[in-house]
T-cell receptor, first 113, second 112 residues
Framework: GENVEQHPSTLSVQEGDSAVIKCTYS??????FPWYKQELGKGPQLIID?????GEKKDQRIAVTLNKTAKHFSLHITETQPEDSAVYFC????????????FGTGTQLKVEL | DTAVSQTPKYLVTQMGNDKSIKCEQN?????MYWYKQDSKKFLKIMFS???????INETVPNRFSPKSPDKAHLNLHINSLELGDSAVYFC???????????FGDGTRLSIL
């Protein structure tokens, strides 16, 4: 089955700096890669996603890049703000067939003032 | 209005008891899911239903039985609760099996 690795497990940045979180996946059949933000006591919230027919996607301060050949994808957050502090999860799915998401192990991002 | 809502938010009970967690979505989605998040925050899928039909059963012990009375509801019943069942359980839904999943805020289950 699919295996998703995520690094780093913790990331501390100064406000205004950029943050990058990286994930690798094992199954070349995976074609959908969402990123979720989880705040304390809340459920994961979808912040951006990318499908395998696209190499990069951007939404304001957030961007995701995908390298299908290397089987890795990354989340980039620019101009970080304290409210960006949360746990971020990457995931991979083959879509269809129940749309099973395999999650990475999470990155605790802390944005310091 | 909450899109995916779960009740209860907290559930504290003793080992051996039977309990249920309810999930409702008002998004008109066809597909619903249950995920388990352990103490290390690892998220793993348990079940997926599409239009009340079971699609995914991810080798979950048969003490766990999902039930979907209609496509807007997916409940999770757990028999003979064990210490290892302590976790946060998340319900999610998606328009269909090719669309993004939206999560509820979780039910924290604590077994004494």
């Amino acid at each position: 089955g699919e295996n998703v690795e995520q690094h780093p497990s913790t990331l501390s940045v100064q406000e205004g700096d950029s943050a990058v979180i990286k994930c690798t996946y094992s199954d070349s059949a995976s074609n959908y890669f969402p990123w979720y933000k989880q705040e304390l006591g809340k459920g994961p919230q979808l912040i951006i996603d990318i499908r395998s027919n696209v190499g990069e996607k951007k939404d304001q301060r957030i961007a995701v890049t995908l390298n299908k050949t290397a089987k890795h994808f990354s989340l980039h957050i620019t101009e970080t703000q304290p409210e960006d502090s949360a746990v971020y999860f990457c995931a991979a799915s083959m879509g269809g067939g129940g749309n099973k998401l395999t999650f990475g192990t999470g990155t605790q991002l802390k944005v310091e003032l | 209005d909450t899109a995916v809502s779960q009740t209860p938010k907290y559930l504290v009970t003793q080992m051996g008891n039977d309990k249920s967690i309810k999930c409702e979505q008002n998004l008109g989605h066809d597909t619903m899911y249950w995920y388990k998040q352990d103490s290390k925050k690892f998220l793993k899928i348990m079940f997926s239903y599409n239009n009340k039909e079971l699609i995914i059963n991810e080798t979950v012990p048969n003490r766990f039985s999902p039930k979907s009375p209609d496509k807007a509801h997916l409940n999770l019943h757990i028999n003979s609760l064990e210490l290892g069942d302590s976790a946060v359980y998340f319900c999610a839904s998606s328009q269909d099996s090719n669309q993004p999943q939206h999560f509820g805020d979780g039910t924290r289950l604590s077994i004494l």
